[in-house]
T-cell receptor, first 114, second 114 residues
Framework: GNSVTQTEGPVTLSEEAFLTINCTYT??????LFWYVQYPGEGLQLLLK?????DKGSNKGFEATYRKETTSFHLEKGSVQVSDSAVYFC?????????????FGAGTRLAVHP | DGGITQSPKYLFRKEGQNVTLSCEQN?????MYWYRQDPGQGLRLIYY???????QKGDIAEGYSVSREKKESFPLTVTSAQKNPTAFYLC?????????????FGAGTRLSVL
């Protein structure tokens, strides 16, 4: 079945460091891909998305490119801030069952130190 | 402001008790979803509803029940048959069940067993 694998956390960085969180997927067809962010004690917020191959999603300095040839959707940010500390989830949408089913990775906890 | 409201934020369940988690949305979305999040894991789908008076089981529906009597509301009941209910529960909605529609999440309810 479809699945998502992402960098195992925690990832610890200093402020202004470069961030990469890897995400690879297994899917039939052409799923849409998403990055969600979860701040402590809160629900998930959509960070960015891409709906077809070679699309680049971007938001708040974060970017991810839908790479069909490598089945990847890695999240990057050039300079992280303390306020970016959160758990990041990669997800794909699977419509095989006739509905919008999101399949999530396990999440990657990011801690940014001043 | 449009959004998804979950209540209560924290809930405690006694042995053998049924408890109900509330989810209300004012986004005029047709589709609603319930997910369960366990520590260090991604989200797993419990139930979803495409439209009023219709709902379908997700991957882990055993021990849970739902209703969808109004478009705005999708309450989740955790029954006494759910032997391991301690988790963070997230409600989401999307315009329709089409795969490219973004799912928006509430802030969650944390359920613990006394």
């Amino acid at each position: 079945g479809n699945s998502v694998t992402q960098t195992e956390g925690p990832v610890t960085l200093s402020e202004e460091a470069f961030l990469t969180i890897n995400c690879t997927y297994t899917a039939t067809g052409y799923p849409s891909l998403f990055w969600y962010v979860q701040y402590p004690g809160e629900g998930l917020q959509l960070l960015l998305k891409a709906t077809k191959a070679d699309d680049k999603g971007s938001n708040k300095g974060f970017e991810a490119t839908y790479r069909k040839e490598t089945t990847s959707f890695h999240l990057e940010k050039g300079s992280v801030q303390v306020s970016d500390s959160a758990v990041y989830f990669c997800a794909l949408s699977d419509q095989a069952g006739g509905y919008n089913k999101l399949i999530f990775g396990a999440g990657t906890r990011l801690a940014v130190h001043p | 402001d449009g959004g998804i409201t979950q209540s209560p934020k924290y809930l405690f369940r006694k042995e053998g008790q049924n408890v109900t988690l509330s989810c209300e949305q004012n986004l005029n979305h047709d589709a609603m979803y319930w997910y369960r999040q366990d520590p260090g894991q991604g989200l797993r789908l419990i139930y979803y509803s495409q439209i009023v008076n219709d709902f379908q089981k997700g991957d882990i529906a055993e021990g849970y029940s739902v209703s969808r009597e109004k478009k705005e509301s999708f309450p989740l009941t955790v029954t006494s048959a759910q032997k391991n209910p301690t988790a963070f529960y997230l409600c989401a909605s999307s315009m329709t069940v089409l795969a490219k529609n973004i799912q928006y999440f509430g802030a969650g309810t944390r359920l613990s067993v006394l």
